[in-house]
């Protein structure tokens, strides 16, 4: 569910009328707006807002603007908001980064990069303005925020009005000439400005020494002029009134706004301190807070406008309103220091107004600013998507670190909301200790349905944490558990958990069971509009489907994947582009294959915490392989090589193996192929190496054993990939009629799935054995198409002479050609080369399907026309 957005938030507030004109300032912002970075950094009351809105008015370009509160610590509430932003300046971008956002825990890397594709996006020159960026305590935004500066495009120009200096590269941006900075001492209220703004923007009429010496006493700050000037208001002597304060800001402050508040009539006074809780009011929101039939809060707002107190519009309707944020910091001094009423029951009222009018974010703030615990949890809990996984994860945390153990312990269900809230912030290191604290609890809680969606929600949150960490058999453990206890009801943790089972049934090797529970998870989170687990589960089911051999059927899976985001460049759709990859490799569409591959693999680096690029590269060499691009297949691999073994990934290990394997036997190093297929027992590749020396016998003992291996699990592909190869050893060791029943086996096996590139990877062996079977009449119009698939220099079309060689001889290959063109027989080789006669056999049987001939002098004859001996 995406973040509810407070539409005043993204508004740049309304220019006061008789504003102090400020062109000198305006003139250096204009004149930097080529840089990536406007920097206003000041304390607070310089005006660093004010001016910023009359520079964007000034100017022609659109603007974006954000307002910001602490709750926008958290990462994915605040991208919301930056977009929700950029959709007032262009209605037509934000699809892209939507359904992310609302997705329980997207990365990181994939929301910015999603943005900045946006951003790119927005035709023309435009600026985006960060109000109050102080109020954020989140590295994980400060970092967001650096990587966009750091790829910023060149159409969007940044502002950032701040208390105190970001921690964002400023120096570096500094030092490239990319950064334009305003601070106090540019900001302060020169004694002209000083005069124009008491005189005519004030009205008052004070004489110029006596400007001189306020503008002295305040050092140009612009907020207490304000005030100095509204306490001014009335007053028979100026002179003495100005020389009757001086000292820090801080007392200056209090001074002046004691002044203030005792001049406002009693029932202002009253609505401006209570008033004070709410960071922006609108007249139904402030009446709600008040509960005052005496007056209209709308009618007061307005008035409270008028008299200049500091009443900031953030429409142009003139509904929603905030305080300047010193004077409301200072209200709400005031309103501890008075006791006037209980400020719990005032957050309290304004909970309920947000709540009811479906703004759960601010409602869960105010409840916790009233210590309202057991409210403040209920809204955390949501009706349907928990607010931790809605954007609002930091904030919920700090407000868990700031209970009192005793709090905490006297409910276990706040533990577990805890370690929840924890697992969306991604800090799983305390989770465990959070649930261990709320077993505890439970032990002496009445065993009833609540008791038992509790426990429930603990097995869902382990069953999370292990799926994290690959633990095929805690997953199912806890998952199991969980959804034997959890509420009919809770629908999204039941659909979240159900995902995660079915991710360790495919750990696991099962399946069918895999492939029935994704298929569950896909139909409840249908039902419920989980769009993110939708497409995790969906994609999952595409990939059992291609494991068990059904690529129509897969490639639709994967194309809904791609329906279901809208935009197929979202990085969540990787997955599914690496599976219609190897689907369209499967079917010899090597073009396809590769749009999709390259693709896939760029998406995935944008994820950094799964190994699905380390995977999609590992495809894309055995593809330049498939291509004859031996040298370009092998750079891929050694890059990939090095990633994988440097970030950890063990389950990409095999399949680099697997593919290395295959570049030493077409470059003819079979003791290298040997040795990496033995090291990482590759059953597979270990046949490929004994078919390579000519040791057929030796490759149907390592294909017979997985056989049993498999036929244990079910595993269609792998099965497939058994009968190719046992064809071939059986034809290798000839037995014709042997290897024609296997291969024929294979090719019903593979005929509905629509399988070409298993069979013509094969090379000229399978050639000839699929030539043989087309002979006999083994499923004809598939076996043809197979045939027409081979390479032109496979096919008999030419005379055999005249084709070029299909596959280089190795040097052992080379060297018992020689010998054979001497004239020695099998069994002279076989003693002058120490090897067994068999061996020998086998080498014959490669060099005459590699020279495509029968006979012993057909190859000499051959390999002398190539030039070969």
């Known amino acids: 569910?995406?973040?509810?957005?407070?539409?005043?938030?993204?508004?740049?507030?309304?220019?006061?009328?008789?504003?102090?004109?400020?062109?000198?300032?305006?003139?250096?912002?204009?004149?930097?707006?080529?840089?990536?970075?406007?920097?206003?950094?000041?304390?607070?009351?310089?005006?660093k807002t004010t001016?910023?809105?009359?520079?964007?008015?000034?100017?022609?370009?659109?603007?974006?603007?954000?307002?910001?509160?602490?709750?926008?610590?958290?990462?994915?509430?605040?991208?919301?908001?930056?977009?929700?932003?950029?959709?007032?300046?262009?209605?037509q971008i934000g699809t892209n980064i939507t359904n992310l956002l609302g997705s329980p825990q997207p990365p990181a890397e994939t929301l910015l990069t999603t943005l900045l594709n946006d951003i790119a996006a927005i035709p023309g020159d435009f600026v985006f303005v960060l109000d109050d960026y102080h109020v954020l305590d989140s590295q994980v935004v400060n970092a967001a925020l650096t990587f966009l500066i750091d790829n910023q495009p060149a159409n969007m120009h940044l502002v950032i009005t701040t208390r105190e200096d970001p921690r964002l590269p400023l120096a570096r941006l500094r030092a490239r000439g990319e950064l334009t900075e305003l601070r106090a001492s540019d900001l302060h209220f020169t004694l002209d400005e000083a005069a124009e703004f008491l005189n005519h923007a004030m009205g008052l009429a004070i004489s110029p020494d006596d400007v001189a010496a306020l503008e002295a006493r305040t050092e140009g700050w612009i907020a207490g002029l304000q005030l100095a000037a509204i306490s001014m208001q009335g007053q028979q002597d100026t002179t003495e009134f100005i020389k009757s304060f001086t000292g820090s800001h801080h007392f200056v402050l209090d001074y002046l706004v004691e002044e203030v508040l005792s001049r406002q009539p009693p029932h202002i006074h009253d609505f401006l301190l209570k008033t004070s809780i709410l960071d922006r009011m609108c007249g139904p929101l402030c009446d709600a807070v008040l509960q005052d039939d005496g007056y209209s809060a709308e009618e007061t707002l307005e008035g409270v406008r008028q008299a200049n107190l500091f009443l900031v519009p953030l429409d142009n309707e003139r509904r929603w309103y905030r305080y300047h944020h010193l004077f409301g910091d200072l209200l709400r001094k005031r309103l501890r220091q008075t006791a006037i009423v209980d400020s719990d029951e005032l957050h309290i009222r304004a909970s309920r107004w947000y709540e009811d009018n479906d703004f759960e974010i601010e409602a869960f703030q105010h409840a916790a600013a009233a210590n309202d615990v057991e409210r403040a949890e209920r809204i955390i809990s949501g009706t349907s998507v928990p607010l931790y996984f809605r954007g609002v994860a930091h904030p919920i945390l700090h407000w868990f670190e700031s209970l009192p153990s005793e709090i905490l312990n006297a409910s276990p269900s706040l533990w577990i909301t805890y370690a929840w809230t924890l697992m969306a912030a991604h800090q799983s290191t305390q989770i465990e200790h959070k649930l261990q604290s709320a077993e505890a609890v439970l032990s002496g809680v009445e065993q009833d349905a609540r008791f038992r969606d509790l426990l429930g929600n603990i097995a869902a949150i382990r069953a999370m944490e292990a799926a994290i960490r690959y633990q095929a058999d805690t997953i199912i453990t806890q998952a199991r558990r969980a959804l034997d206890l959890l509420h009919r009801d809770n629908l999204y943790i039941r659909t979240v958990v159900t995902r995660a089972l079915a991710i360790a049934y495919q750990f696991q090797g099962k399946r069918a069971a895999a492939r029935e529970t994704y298929q569950e998870a896909i139909?409840?989170?249908?039902?419920?509009?989980?769009?993110?687990?939708?497409?995790?589960?969906?994609?999952?089911?595409?990939?059992?489907?291609?494991?068990?051999?059904?690529?129509?059927?897969?490639?639709?899976?994967?194309?809904?994947?791609?329906?279901?985001?809208?935009?197929?460049?979202?990085?969540?759709?990787?997955?599914?582009?690496?599976?219609?990859?190897?689907?369209?490799?499967?079917?010899?569409?090597?073009?396809?294959?590769?749009?999709?591959?390259?693709?896939?693999?760029?998406?995935?680096?944008?994820?950094?915490?799964?190994?699905?690029?380390?995977?999609?590269?590992?495809?894309?060499?055995?593809l330049q392989l498939a291509k004859g691009n031996v040298p370009g297949a092998l750079n891929l691999l050694n890059e990939v090589e090095?990633?994988?073994?440097?970030?950890?990934?063990?389950?990409?290990?095999?399949?680099?193996?697997?593919?290395?394997?295959?570049?030493?036997?077409?470059?003819?190093?079979?003791?290298?192929?040997?040795?990496?297929?033995?090291?990482?027992?590759?059953?597979?590749?270990?046949?490929?190496?004994?078919?390579?020396?000519?040791?057929?016998?030796?490759?149907?003992?390592?294909?017979?054993?997985?056989?049993?291996?498999?036929?244990?699990?079910?595993?269609?592909?792998?099965?497939?990939?058994?009968?190719?190869?046992?064809?071939?050893?059986?034809?290798?060791?000839?037995?014709?009629?042997?290897?024609?029943?296997?291969?024929?086996e294979a090719l019903a096996s593979a005929?509905?799935?629509?399988?070409?590139?298993?069979?013509?990877?094969?090379?000229?062996?399978?050639?000839?054995?699929?030539?043989?079977?087309?002979?006999?009449?083994?499923?004809?119009?598939?076996?043809?198409?197979?045939?027409?698939?081979?390479?032109?220099?496979?096919?008999?079309?030419?005379?055999?002479?005249?084709?070029?060689l299909i596959e280089a001889l190795s040097d052992r290959e080379l060297e018992i050609l020689a010998l054979v063109a001497e004239g020695l027989s099998n069994r002279e080789i076989s003693e002058r080369l120490f090897l067994a006669l068999s061996t020998v056999k086998g080498h014959n049987r490669n060099i005459f399907d590699k020279l495509q001939v029968k006979r012993r002098t057909e190859a000499v004859a051959r390999a002398r026309k190539l030039g070969l001996i």
Request: charged share 20%; proline share 6%; aromatic share 6%.
């Open 1 to 47: 569910m995406a973040t509810q957005i407070l539409a005043t938030k993204l508004y740049a507030p309304v220019p006061r009328p008789g504003v102090v004109q400020r062109p000198r300032l305006i003139d250096r912002l204009k004149e930097r707006l080529r840089g990536k970075l406007t920097l206003l950094s000041a304390p607070a009351g310089f005006g």
């Open 51 to 91: 001016l910023v809105t009359e520079w964007i008015n000034a100017d022609e370009r659109p603007v974006g603007w954000l307002s910001l509160d602490e709750a926008d610590s958290d990462l994915v509430r605040f991208l919301s908001y930056f977009v929700a932003a950029l959709q007032t300046i262009a209605p």
């Open 523 to 622: 139909a409840m989170s249908d039902a419920t509009g989980n769009l993110f687990v939708n497409v995790l589960a969906t994609t999952g089911l595409g990939i059992i489907q291609t494991s068990d051999n059904e690529l129509y059927q897969a490639a639709q899976t994967y194309k809904r994947v791609l329906d279901l985001v809208v935009d197929p460049n979202q990085p969540i759709t990787c997955a599914s582009h690496l599976g219609l990859a190897r689907i369209h490799y499967e079917w010899n569409d090597l073009e396809a294959a590769q749009v999709y591959g390259e693709r896939g693999v760029r998406l995935a680096h944008q994820i950094e915490s799964i190994d699905s690029a380390a995977g999609g590269e590992v495809f894309l060499a055995r």
């Open 642 to 744: 090095e990633i994988v073994h440097r970030r950890g990934f063990a389950k990409q290990i095999p399949s680099v193996a697997a593919v290395r394997v295959l570049l030493c036997l077409h470059q003819g190093d079979v003791t290298t192929a040997a040795q990496l297929a033995q090291a990482h027992n590759l059953p597979l590749s270990q046949a490929r190496v004994h078919l390579a020396q000519g040791n057929p016998a030796e490759a149907l003992v390592a294909l017979g054993s997985y056989r049993e291996q498999i036929a244990a699990e079910t595993w269609p592909d792998e099965r497939l990939k058994v009968l190719v190869l046992l064809a071939l050893a059986h034809h290798q060791d000839e037995e014709l009629d042997e290897a024609i029943t296997v291969i024929s």
């Open 751 to 804: 005929a509905p799935g629509g399988f070409v590139r298993t069979f013509i990877d094969e090379g000229q062996p399978m050639r000839t054995l699929l030539s043989e079977a087309a002979a006999r009449g083994v499923i004809p119009e598939y076996t043809r198409k197979l045939l027409d698939a081979f390479p032109v220099e496979h096919r008999s079309s030419q005379p055999v002479s005249a084709q070029p």
